[in-house]
């Protein structure tokens, strides 16, 4: 079975346990792939879609549709946000047509994650029309509200989201009107299921409009109890500065500047706890990113949002408890990371914590926005190192038992294979008519983001074209190297054909030099004989004595010569020698400077290899910053907002003063 699992980003609470889902399915022999926007460089079985178009018509459109939706945020949703949340808010116009890809053709099962800044409703439509089962898990309230991914208190998702509570401007209905289009997107879905990692989530699944007839199921997301441990404690405390007898609270909000997971009440409940504890060393560690640290009761360490799981454990496993306020949330990550590395937890009675913590055995629940009730359960345990350590240790039992991976993988196996053996509705194969965000967007909207909208386009096309020249400033340049590269190979190599030429030379000198040692060596052996035969003949000659006294001298002169003559032919022998040796350094010398030209020539393939990835790298960087830009500009946005409704207080309390001071004056002159 063949499963892919779309999902915004890995980098999130949900992008990671999309993650661990897509591992503990590949471990149990389910083969899974995760497609996502971006950022899927780190994961082996994840592929990222966005900018990767056959054509650069369709990728400089699916650009500008990600421009408009950062408008839409930034000009329209922003502005309107009431007080009542600052949770994220989305509409989702724009999205990746995902129906054609090959990693969705080649399926058998797709499985929706967070989806939110990567698919619409209109290019999920197009998913359903497959005709595929699709397993859908939810990660917030998104899918079936107007735009809201947790509803603060709001019930408007169980009718139409109409006046949506969050949005004090909505001229054109947007929440109302894409809630509509979510319930005729999702009616196309005949083989469609809903798992919701928390008992809460499915319950609000069930009472809502959109997906009031679909399946909902109930399987928790999953912790491995290998990675999360308590094996690191001693070395993380160490690295955190944090002594033995000092107990640390953890708290791990991915934002804590977002009022929905209890940053104010958790500071009101620390400094009630701060005064009924008298000696106790308390240390707060802090992760995430968001509201000053500098009011809280105790010293705390504030650490930036951890991108590698093992850091994450290690920091976990350093604290003695775990605090997560949510005051709405549906599973948190760091709950059952908490719990897997032996940490109790005290949170807020809400959501997904109270499938999770089992109250008195492996943490503490209390009454949602109950600050009282939360101080004293922290200082509980606080107080109480003997109750940490049998609800850390029950806490750990829980989660190796409950959130095992591949008890999460078994049961999505189970409902992948069930929804496969029902009926499939017949693919939809008419081609597909997309419409064009003018006709998905409503006109006031349009309205509202259309200059914004033709501002982002202008900058982000004159960045292209910076960009372009920057690359081709770049290329000239690389350009030039190489031809450098060549014209001093071409140099190598003609030094390197004049070296063999004056080598062959030389071999052949040396040739002729041997041929005539050897004629040499032949001359002074016929002489040898011939001295030979000449004494032999002295010997048995009866010459007169003087006679052959005078021609033994001749011949002891005529040796003496000879002698001579060879020590002459060993000297020049010699010399050939040395010569034959300086010839074969020169040989030498040659092969080296061949292999340091090869050399030369395979690290220029290298630079221009690893010039050519540089490049690749850095589209994938420019593909990051512009999220990160898409995502300050939405926190700019959150801040206007912020700063208005603080101007707005300001005047009102001002318009008060004046206000007594009148009736002040008129007293006096009563």
Known sequence: MRVVHIVSSLRGG????????????????????????????????????????????????????????????????????????????????????????????????????????????????????????????????CPFTGG???????????????????????????????????????????????????AWLAAEARRSKALASARVETIPNSVDSAVFSAAARTEARRKL???????????????????????AELEAALALLAKNLESTDVRLVIVGEGAETAKLAFPSIGLAALERQTDVAAVLSACDICVTPSLEDNLPNTILEAMACGVPVVAFHVGGAKDAIADGETGALVPPGDVSALAARLGDLVTDAVARRSMGQAARMRAKELFAPRRQADAYRALYQSLSKAVRK???????????LSETVPGEVLAAVWPSFVARAARAYQAALDQIVRNR????????????????????????????????????????????????????????????????????????????????????TWARKSDAALAEKNTLLEEVQAWAEKSDAALAERDALARDLKTWAEAAETRAAEAKRAHE???????????????????????????????????????????????CALGVAS
């Not at 989702?92 to 995902?98: C, R, S, V």
């Not at 009718?159 to 005729?184: F, N, S, V, W, Y």
């Not at 693919?427 to 997309?434: G, H, Q, Y």
Request: with cysteine.
């Open 241 to 263: 500065g944090v002594a033995d007898k000092t107990v640390c609270i953890g708290f791990a909000p991915l934002d804590r500047g977002e009022r929905r997971k209890g940053f």
């Open 148 to 198: 809201c991914h947790y509803s603060a208190g709001c019930e408007g998702f169980v009718t139409d989201c109409a006046q949506c509570p969050q949005l004090t401007g909505d001229p054109a209905r947007a929440a109302e009107r894409r809630l509509a289009d979510k319930i005729k997107a999702y009616g196309q879905a005949a083989n469609l299921a809903i798992v919701a990692p928390s």
């Open 473 to 556: 400033h770049w290329a000239e340049k690389t350009e030039e190297n190489l031809l450098t590269a060549r014209d001093r190979a071409a140099g190598y190599q003609d030094w390197a054909k004049r070296s063999d030429a004056t080598l062959a030379e030389t071999l052949a000198r040396l040739e002729e030099t041997r041929q005539w040692a050897m004629s040499s060596d032949e001359a002074l052996a016929q002489q040898r004989a011939r001295a030979d035969e000449m004494e032999k003949w002295a010997r048995s000659s009866e010459v007169a004595l003087s006679e052959r006294i005078t021609l033994l001298e001749q011949v002891q």
């Open 14 to 141: 949900a992008g990671i346990a999309a993650r661990r889902l897509s591992e503990a399915l590949n471990a149990v022999g389910v083969e899974s792939t995760l497609l996502c926007r971006s950022g899927a460089l780190d994961a082996p079985d994840a592929i990222a879609v966005d900018g990767q178009h056959e054509n650069l018509a369709d990728d400089a459109a699916q650009r500008m549709a990600w421009l408009f939706e950062e408008a839409v945020q930034s000009d329209y949703i922003a502005p309107s946000r009431s007080a009542l949340s600052n949770s994220l808010f989305t509409l989702d116009y724009a999205g990746i047509p995902l129906a054609q890809h090959e990693s969705v053709a080649e399926a058998d099962v797709i499985n929706l994650h967070w989806t939110s800044f990567f698919q619409s409703t209109e290019t999920l439509a197009e998913l359903f029309a497959l005709g595929k089962p699709i397993v859908w898990t939810l990660h917030d309230m």
């Open 426 to 436: 017949k693919p939809d194969t008419r081609p597909v008519s997309r419409r064009r």
């Open 617 to 663: 790298e850095l589209k994938t960087r420019q593909a990051e910053l512009e999220t990160e830009l898409a995502s300050l500009e939405a926190r700019r946005g959150e801040l206007s907002a912020a700063l208005a409704t603080a101007e707005a207080e300001i005047d009102r309390i001002s318009w008060k003063r004046r206000l007594r001071r009148w009736m």
